[in-house]
């Protein structure tokens, strides 16, 4: 069973950083296409930022330049750093695992996480 465990979302002001955390287990981890999603009530799941087994990087336009996700190797975990963060930004934040080597869609992810709350005030 592939299990991924989101933590590190909160309430933050405007303008302000968070990162968040998805811990996985090994082979997962070594193994999977890596990605963070968001949905908010009443909208559809959307693609926030993916990271291959390679390396290879994707965003999404709306957060290009403010997000980055990266990965620890000695801690089996992906990380989305967040930052110039805006109300738009708030949303509940997946984790996502795929067998793909890249991918925005979330048919082409497999496995999810429980997801961590994130909210951004004025």
């Known amino acids: 069973q592939v299990q991924l465990a989101e933590s590190g979302g909160g309430l933050v002001q405007a303008g302000g950083s968070l990162r968040l955390s998805c811990a996985a287990d090994r082979s997962t981890f070594l193994n999977a296409l890596m990605g963070w999603f968001r949905q908010t009530p009443g909208k559809e799941r959307e693609f926030v930022a993916a990271?291959?087994?390679?390396?290879?990087?994707e965003y999404a336009d709306s957060v290009k330049g403010r997000f980055t996700i990266s990965r620890d190797y000695a801690k089996n975990t992906v990380y989305l750093q967040m930052s110039s963060l805006k109300p738009e930004d708030t949303a509940v934040y997946y984790c996502a695992a795929s067998a793909s080597a890249s991918g925005a869609r979330i048919e082409q992810y497999n496995y999810w996480g429980q997801g961590t709350q994130v909210t951004i005030s004025s």
């Open positions: 990271i291959g087994r390679t390396g290879r990087i």
